[in-house]
Each structure stands twice: as structure tokens, then as C-alpha cells.
């Protein structure tokens, strides 16, 4: 059996594998783990009369007892090993390295651009700003930024990108879950929208309670909808929205790099919690969707 997509057997615990005619059957996958690399056993139903079945790939082996059963044809079928594939420990750290630099490099290229909805609503200023001017189709764009912000974006996007990766494969529900471009994209437009909306309520309303419950309401939501309830994203969500106001009051009042117009606590607003919150479906799934490619 010719198995294309090794990758995603990675992560993955069970696909559906189309024989000749019309008949089918759900595989399942296991791996085994050495210090040369991991070993993927592909199982499936086979008709056999012995009740054991092993493999040996690499210098890895595999055996298990399994129960025989009788079909509707009366013959006894059982799991059976259908391929093997061997991944070695150079093949997994060049794939880790590149979904690294995937990562980074989206984070380096959004991040001051989502950034910079709080700057133009005036909710965050920095001390010593550097201000990018252009003109696309007749239109100027105006960014402002400062030179270690594309940086701290890059560190996060590696953070939140490749630990979401790395619980996928950790967390048994998340094995088989396989992103679309489209709700990958819409994600990222959903987190550039609470990254606008934060800017404006914030500029806009006098209660930060306000600000912040309806934060919450639109981060959790697309969690929800966007995110699928997805462990693993939920997992690195929680983590990013605490760890990223951590990294801020240390940016904030150690660093002096900036400061938020209406601070509620060490310098920071509490809206920009659900904002962090909502950060985590969107790099998630856009690294699940490099992790897939690479």
C-alpha cells in the first residue's frame, strides 16, 4: 500500500484508505519512538488466520496480539501491518526548523500591522516611534512601529505556532484534524478584527469593563467557531493570554519601549488579555496549515 502523506501521519491517528472497487477500510497508525527517529506502523483489516502480526523497520519492530473476528462472509479477519515508514531525527528537525521560520516570518510581517490599529486609535504610543510611509494603488499607508517589534512578534508566532503543533501531537483528538486555507484565512482576518476592534472601543468608550467584557465575548467566540474547540488551541490561547500582558509589564515599566493611553493595572489595559486570547486560533491553525505543507 502506497501511503503519500507521511507527514501528516505524524499527527494523525487514523484516515481513510480507498482499496480497489468499492470496498474500503479505516486505518490506524502507531508510532514508535528510538534515538535514530520515529517509526509509523500503518494497520488495516486483513484476512488471515494467524492471530499475531509484527514488523520490524529500522531497528524498530512492532508486535501486538490482536483478536480475530468473523465477518459477514464468515471469514476471520484481523489488523494487520500494511507499511511501514522510518523518520529520522535530521528529517524531523529540518521540518521543525522550517515551520520555525514559517512561523516567524508571519508573525514579523502581521504582527506590526495588527499593532498598529492601536497606535492610529491613539490607545498606545511609544517613546521613540518610527513611523513607515507608502502609497499602494494611490492610497498611503502609515505604520507605527518600533525596530523590536517585528521581533517579538516573530518570537511569538514561533511560540504559539509550533506549541500548538507540538500538542497536536500529544493530545489524541487533535491528531486527525486537517485545516482549510479559507477558515485559515478567515481566522486571521477574525484576529485582525479584534486587534481594530480593541483599538476603537478602547479610544472610543470610557468604561475599559466594557471594553473588556466585549473582548472576551469575541475571543471566546472564535475559539468556539473558528478554532473548533480545539484543545490544543485553547491550551496555547490560555498560555499566550497570560504570558503576552507578563512580557508587556516588562516592556512597559522596565524597558520604558511604550505606554497605553488609559492603563488599568502595571501599565497595562486589561482588554488586551481577549485580544492575546484571540491571537492563538489564528497562529494555530496557520501553523497546522504550514506543518501539513512542509
Not at 484508505?17 to 528510538?34: E, K, Q
Not at 486555507?181 to 469593563?209: R, T
Request: aromatic residues 10%; positive net charge.
Amino acid at each position: 500500500m502506497e501511503i503519500a502523506d507521511w507527514s501528516w501521519c505524524l499527527r494523525s491517528t487514523r484516515f481513510l484508505c480507498v482499496h480497489a472497487g468499492s470496498m474500503c477500510s479505516m486505518m490506524r497508525i502507531d508510532r514508535s519512538s528510538s534515538g535514530k527517529g520515529i517509526a509509523l506502523f500503518v494497520y488495516g483489516h486483513s484476512h488471515c488466520s494467524d492471530d499475531r502480526v509484527s514488523g520490524r523497520f529500522n531497528g524498530i519492530s512492532r508486535s501486538c496480539k490482536l483478536s480475530l473476528r468473523t465477518d459477514s462472509a464468515g471469514k476471520r479477519s484481523k489488523c494487520s501491518i500494511f507499511a511501514m515508514k522510518f523518520i529520522p531525527n535530521s528529517q524531523l528537525n529540518s521540518k521543525s526548523t522550517k515551520l520555525s521560520v514559517a512561523n516567524a516570518l508571519s508573525g514579523a510581517l502581521l504582527g506590526p500591522l495588527l499593532d498598529n490599529y492601536h497606535s492610529a486609535f491613539g490607545v498606545l504610543r511609544y517613546e521613540h516611534p518610527q513611523v513607515l510611509h507608502w502609497t499602494s494603488f494611490g492610497t498611503a499607508f502609515t505604520i507605527t512601529t518600533q525596530w523590536w517589534v517585528p521581533f517579538l512578534f516573530a518570537l511569538a508566532g514561533v511560540i504559539i505556532g509550533n506549541g500548538v503543533v507540538w500538542l497536536d501531537t500529544r493530545v489524541r483528538s487533535e491528531r486527525e484534524r486537517k485545516e482549510r486555507m479559507p477558515a485559515v484565512l478567515i481566522s486571521i482576518s477574525a484576529f485582525s478584527g479584534q486587534y481594530w476592534l480593541s483599538g476603537l472601543l478602547a479610544s472610543q468608550l470610557e468604561s475599559s469593563a466594557c471594553t473588556l467584557c466585549i473582548l472576551t465575548a469575541t475571543g471566546v467566540a472564535t475559539w468556539v467557531t473558528l478554532g473548533e474547540l480545539s484543545v490544543s488551541i485553547g491550551l496555547m490561547s490560555l498560555a499566550t493570554a497570560i504570558s503576552g500582558p507578563m512580557i508587556e509589564i516588562v516592556l512597559i515599566n522596565y524597558a520604558h519601549f511604550y505606554h497605553y493611553s488609559n492603563p488599568d493595572i502595571l501599565g497595562i489595559p486589561l482588554w488586551i488579555i481577549p485580544v492575546y486570547f484571540a491571537g492563538g486560533t489564528a497562529v494555530g491553525k496557520l501553523s497546522r496549515k504550514y506543518h501539513d505543507w512542509i
